[in-house]
């Protein structure tokens, strides 16, 4: 049984109590890792603090050689890392591949688009000023940042968070999701390799409900970033209200059928976007708004793509693997039997053997059932039968989350209409729900998130102005 312990100060904290990992796919426990307690979560807070300003005063050109190493050293250790990824997340070996390149690739996209960024610059020729002066305005480091990722994309989401505020001079404390922690401290043992001043990038681990309040209040704190459910979300937004906050938080995102155009590809769209990953995903389709008039149609051929999901373990790559947890997979079935309690219909699936639940797929869901509204964050898809487009829009709305919907449709003023009637914070037409090329702004409105993520929003979220001004 490997040990991972923190990293504070580029140092591995000894620490009297380590968490079991568990491997979602066997049940066994697969490592462990530290379990800290508040001085030692202080002390990296303190190391952060006293690294930022010699941090930031190394130069951009510094840190982006680190970048540049940290991207190479996660690339030549891929395999160890989508390895590790799948033993404490069961997403499939591939996907997990696929996660680590993409990160590396955000990496690169980070730096080019900080170097695209100009310093605002005013004089007497600019709108508005009539002294002789001249003003420039640069994005500075905001100080020291925390950030939380949550386990279904360990890497990625941890780095996209990284990234952009280590690259504009702040300094962090690091707090990957439970599973999640061993490759999270893997990332960080890359960056102290890739040669990270010390300080500069702390990892602390440890089960949230017991260090998470410990690190959010800190009062070294400049900024947040965090990522997981709504209702530490929510936590988090009452007791860090002096802080800057970036939240992404759940979803239940809606792809909205409005004519019998190209269902083929729609109903094959809407699967890969409601079970990839098993459903653990908040950008995945978790409910299908359907018109009554072609509903039959599509249902069929949703029908017919489930069926050929392929259904395993990890290490074979299917698209379903185990949920991460039992106690996630009993939250899904409490859902698919209210439902069918409630006169839902099951056309596939509705079985599990402990976390691995078959796809399922749910006709004739009404507004009152349960999984018409709450996120399963779980292989299950809810289709729900309206007639008229305000019906739709209504019952879209009426969710509490706000991430993202699909509307697909030939009528693309039609769809475009209605896009800017809903609630969310992106509408994909013709297109599933998904997080997109991270170049893109990412956002949700009401439980869904505070606050934008993206390249160039969180280079952005993790500065501040400075300004300058000169008088002739």
């Given at each position: 049984?490997?040990?991972?312990?923190?990293?504070i100060?580029?140092?591995e904290?000894?620490?009297?109590?380590?968490?079991?990992?568990?491997d979602?796919?066997?049940?066994?426990?697969?490592?462990?890792?530290s379990?800290?307690v508040?001085?030692?979560?202080?002390?990296?807070?303190?190391?952060?603090?006293?690294?930022?300003?010699?941090?930031?005063?190394?130069?951009?050109?510094?840190?982006?050689?680190?970048?540049i190493k940290?991207?190479?050293?996660?690339?030549?250790?891929?395999?160890?890392?989508?390895?590790?990824m799948?033993?404490e997340?069961?997403?499939?070996?591939?996907d997990?591949?696929?996660?680590?390149?993409?990160?590396a690739?955000?990496?690169?996209l980070?730096?080019?688009?900080?170097k695209?960024?100009?310093?605002?610059?005013?004089n007497?020729?600019?709108?508005?000023?009539?002294?002789?002066?001249?003003?420039?305005?640069k994005?500075?480091?905001k100080?020291v940042?925390?950030?939380i990722?949550?386990?279904?994309?360990?890497?990625?989401?941890?780095?996209?968070?990284?990234?952009?505020?280590?690259?504009?001079?702040?300094?962090?404390?690091?707090?990957?999701a439970?599973?999640g922690s061993?490759?999270g401290?893997?990332?960080?043992?890359?960056?102290?390799?890739?040669?990270i001043?010390?300080?500069?990038?702390?990892?602390v681990?440890?089960?949230?409900?017991?260090?998470?309040?410990v690190i959010?209040?800190?009062?070294?704190?400049?900024?947040?970033?965090?990522t997981?459910?709504?209702?530490?979300?929510?936590?988090l937004?009452?007791?860090?209200?002096?802080k800057?906050?970036?939240?992404?938080?759940?979803?239940?995102?809606?792809?909205?059928?409005?004519?019998?155009h190209?269902?083929?590809?729609?109903?094959?769209?809407i699967?890969?976007?409601?079970?990839?990953?098993?459903g653990?995903?908040?950008?995945?389709?978790?409910?299908?708004?359907?018109?009554?008039?072609i509903a039959?149609?599509?249902?069929?051929?949703i029908?017919?793509e489930?069926?050929k999901?392929?259904?395993g373990?990890p290490?074979?790559?299917?698209?379903?693997?185990?949920?991460?947890?039992?106690?996630?997979?009993?939250?899904?079935?409490?859902l698919i039997n209210?439902?069918?309690?409630?006169?839902?219909?099951?056309l596939?699936?509705?079985?599990?053997?402990?976390n691995?639940?078959?796809p399922?797929?749910?006709d004739?869901?009404?507004?009152?059932?349960?999984?018409?509204?709450?996120?399963p964050?779980g292989?299950?898809?809810?289709?729900?039968?309206?007639e008229?487009?305000?019906e739709m829009?209504?019952?879209?709305?009426?969710s509490?989350?706000?991430?993202?919907?699909?509307?697909?449709?030939k009528?693309?003023?039609?769809a475009?209409k209605?896009?800017?009637?809903?609630?969310?914070?992106t509408?994909?037409i013709n297109?599933?729900?998904?997080?997109g090329?991270?170049?893109?702004p990412f956002?949700?409105?009401?439980?869904?998130?505070?606050?934008?993520?993206g390249?160039?929003?969180?280079?952005l979220?993790t500065?501040?102005?400075?300004g300058?001004?000169?008088?002739k």
């Amino acid at each position: 049984m490997k040990k991972f312990k923190a990293i504070i100060n580029n140092k591995e904290i000894e620490t009297k109590t380590y968490l079991d990992i568990m491997d979602p796919a066997t049940g066994e426990v697969y490592a462990q890792v530290s379990a800290l307690v508040a001085e030692e979560i202080d002390e990296a807070f303190k190391a952060a603090k006293a690294a930022q300003k010699k941090w930031e005063a190394l130069g951009v050109e510094k840190r982006i050689e680190f970048l540049i190493k940290w991207k190479e050293l996660l690339l030549a250790n891929e395999q160890d890392l989508a390895t590790t990824m799948m033993h404490e997340i069961a997403k499939s070996y591939n996907d997990c591949l696929t996660e680590v390149r993409r990160t590396a690739e955000y990496i690169y996209l980070t730096i080019s688009e900080y170097k695209d960024m100009d310093v605002l610059t005013y004089n007497k020729d600019s709108k508005g000023i009539t002294e002789d002066i001249i003003a420039k305005y640069k994005r500075i480091a905001k100080g020291v940042g925390v950030a939380i990722s949550p386990f279904n994309y360990p890497i990625n989401l941890s780095v996209s968070k990284l990234a952009p505020g280590l690259l504009t001079g702040n300094t962090f404390v690091y707090k990957p999701a439970t599973q999640g922690s061993v490759v999270g401290i893997k990332i960080i043992q890359l960056a102290v390799k890739a040669g990270i001043p010390a300080g500069v990038l702390n990892v602390v681990t440890g089960r949230g409900r017991d260090i998470g309040d410990v690190i959010v209040t800190n009062p070294l704190i400049n900024f947040i970033s965090f990522t997981g459910s709504v209702q530490v979300g929510k936590r988090l937004m009452q007791i860090s209200s002096s802080k800057d906050l970036v939240l992404e938080l759940g979803g239940k995102d809606a792809a909205i059928l409005l004519d019998d155009h190209n269902l083929e590809h729609i109903a094959k769209d809407i699967v890969a976007g409601a079970y990839s990953y098993s459903g653990q995903r908040c950008t995945a389709i978790k409910r299908v708004i359907t018109k009554n008039a072609i509903a039959d149609k599509i249902v069929g051929l949703i029908k017919n793509e489930v069926i050929k999901l392929s259904v395993g373990l990890p290490i074979d790559n299917p698209v379903i693997t185990p949920m991460i947890d039992i106690k996630s997979a009993d939250f899904v079935m409490d859902l698919i039997n209210d439902a069918t309690s409630k006169g839902a219909k099951v056309l596939h699936g509705g079985t599990r053997k402990q976390n691995l639940l078959e796809p399922t797929l749910l006709d004739y869901v009404t507004v009152d059932m349960n999984v018409a509204w709450e996120e399963p964050f779980g292989p299950v898809l809810p289709i729900i039968r309206i007639e008229e487009i305000d019906e739709m829009i209504r019952v879209a709305n009426k969710s509490n989350f706000g991430l993202q919907t699909s509307i697909y449709s030939k009528d693309v003023d039609l769809a475009y209409k209605i896009a800017e009637q809903l609630e969310v914070g992106t509408v994909n037409i013709n297109r599933r729900t998904q997080r997109g090329p991270d170049v893109l702004p990412f956002l949700g409105v009401k439980d869904s998130g505070f606050g934008v993520q993206g390249i160039k929003e969180t280079i952005l979220s993790t500065t501040r102005y400075r300004g300058i001004i000169i008088k002739k």
